[in-house]
C-alpha cells in the first residue's frame, strides 16, 4: 500500500472512531445492566465480518471474545460496564474543546472504540497471530468478567501478554496497586440528643477510629509508581435528624496497598484496630496487586510501537485502582495497563477523553499489532 492509501486508510478509521465513542457513550451500561450494549457490539461485530463467542458469566451476562479465544498469545481487553451516573452528568456524550465528554468516556468505552477499529482492520492477522480481544462485564463491581476469562485461560499455555485498557494518560502501567475494601459498622447507645453523657454517639466513635487509620503500620509504605498507600472514606451514613445520640454509624473504607505488600499482615493490623473499638465489619475485597517486569515481551513490545508513532520513549508508572489486569495476572499472564484519559476524570461529572491522545492510542495499538511476530 503506498504511503498516501494509508494516510487515507487512518484518517478513515479515525472518523470511524469519533463515531463509535459517541454511539457508545450513547447506550446506558452501568454494571448488571451491560446487555443493550453487548448487544450493539454484537451488532457492529457482525457488519465488520467476524465471529465471536459469548462466554457465560456466572451472575452476571457474559463476555463477548473474538479473535483466538481457545489458544490466545495475546490478550487485548476492556471492559464495558460503567459506574452509575451522577446527577450533574450530561445525559449525552460532547464534544467540546478536543474533548469528548460523557461517561464512560475514558473509562472505557475509548478502548472499546478503539479496539473495533483494529478488528475491522486487523480482522485476518489476529487469527494468524494469535490475538484474543475480550470484551468484559463487571469490572466495576466484582471483577466477573475477567474473572471467568482468567479461569478459561488458566491451563492455556504459551500466553506471552495481555494490554488492559484503561485510562493511564497515556503511560505504561506495569505495576498496580493492591486494595482492601471493608464495610464498618460502629455501635454506640441511643440517649435523648440533650443528654450526650448518658448516650454513646456511635458517629464520633467511628470519626475516631478513622483518624486512627494513618497510624497503622502499611500506611508508612511507598512504592516509586503507585505512590503512598493510602485509604478513602467511600460512604458514611449513621444518626437523623431527629434530637437523638447515634446509636450506629456504618462506613465504606477502601484501601490502597502497594504491590507485593502481605496482605496478610495488612489484614490481621486493620482488624486489630477495629477490635480496639468494638467494630464489627465485613471485608468485601483483598488483592494484592502486582509488578510485572519491564522486560517481559508484551512491555518491550508496546514500548517499541510507542516510540515508532510518537518518536520519543514512553513513561512508566503504576495503576493506583483495581483492574481486570489484577485477574490476569493470577494467572501467569502478564499484564499491563494502558490507555487514553487521566484516571482522576473517570467517575466524575466532567469524565473526558483527549480527542489527540484517542487517536494516537490507537495508532500505537495498529502498530502493536503490526509487529507481533
Wanted: a negative charge; proline letters at 5%; aromatic letters at 10%.
Amino acid at each position: 500500500m503506498n504511503p498516501s492509501a494509508i494516510v487515507v486508510s487512518i484518517i478513515t478509521m479515525e472518523n470511524y472512531i469519533i463515531s463509535q465513542l459517541l454511539r457508545l457513550i450513547s447506550i446506558p451500561s452501568v454494571t448488571g445492566q451491560e446487555s443493550d450494549v453487548l448487544f450493539y457490539l454484537e451488532e457492529e461485530i457482525e457488519r465488520i465480518g467476524l465471529d465471536y463467542e459469548r462466554q457465560r458469566v456466572e451472575g452476571s451476562f457474559y463476555n463477548i471474545l473474538v479473535g483466538n479465544y481457545q489458544t490466545p498469545k495475546w490478550i487485548i481487553c476492556s471492559h464495558v460496564d460503567t459506574v452509575s451516573p451522577l446527577d450533574m452528568m450530561p445525559p449525552r456524550a460532547e464534544v467540546r474543546d478536543d474533548r469528548i465528554y460523557g461517561l464512560g468516556a475514558c473509562d472505557v468505552k475509548s478502548g472499546i472504540a478503539v479496539m473495533l477499529a483494529l478488528l475491522k482492520e486487523f480482522y485476518e492477522s489476529i487469527y494468524e497471530k494469535g490475538v484474543l480481544f475480550a470484551f468484559l462485564v463487571d469490572e466495576e463491581k466484582d471483577g466477573r468478567g475477567s474473572k471467568e476469562l482468567s479461569h478459561s485461560l488458566s491451563n492455556v499455555e504459551g500466553i506471552k501478554g495481555a494490554i488492559v485498557i484503561e485510562p493511564t494518560d497515556m503511560k505504561i502501567a506495569v505495576r498496580e496497586a493492591g486494595s482492601i475494601e471493608v464495610v464498618c459498622f460502629v455501635d454506640g447507645k441511643w440517649a435523648h440528643g440533650s443528654c450526650v453523657e448518658v448516650g454513646d454517639n456511635a458517629i464520633m466513635k467511628a470519626i475516631k477510629l478513622i483518624s486512627e487509620f494513618d497510624e497503622l503500620p502499611f500506611m508508612k509504605d511507598e512504592d516509586p509508581l503507585v505512590g503512598p498507600s493510602t485509604y478513602n472514606i467511600l460512604y458514611f451514613v449513621g444518626g437523623s435528624e431527629e434530637l437523638r445520640v447515634p446509636s450506629r454509624a456504618k462506613f465504606l473504607v477502601d484501601f490502597r496497598i502497594i504491590p507485593r505488600r502481605d496482605v496478610n499482615e495488612v489484614v490481621d493490623s486493620i482488624v486489630g484496630l477495629f477490635r480496639k473499638y468494638g467494630t464489627t465489619y465485613e471485608f468485601r475485597d483483598i488483592s494484592s496487586g502486582f509488578i510485572v517486569d519491564e522486560n517481559e515481551e508484551v512491555v518491550q513490545l508496546l514500548k517499541k510501537a510507542y516510540k515508532d508513532i510518537l518518536g520519543v520513549d514512553p513513561s512508566f508508572t503504576g495503576m493506583k485502582s483495581w483492574t481486570d489486569a489484577e485477574n490476569l495476572y493470577t494467572v501467569e499472564v502478564p499484564s499491563i495497563v494502558f490507555g487514553p484519559g487521566k484516571l482522576e476524570d473517570a467517575h466524575t461529572p466532567w469524565e473526558n477523553v483527549s480527542i489527540k491522545d484517542l487517536f494516537d492510542f490507537y495508532r500505537i495499538l495498529r502498530r502493536f499489532l503490526e509487529i507481533l511476530p
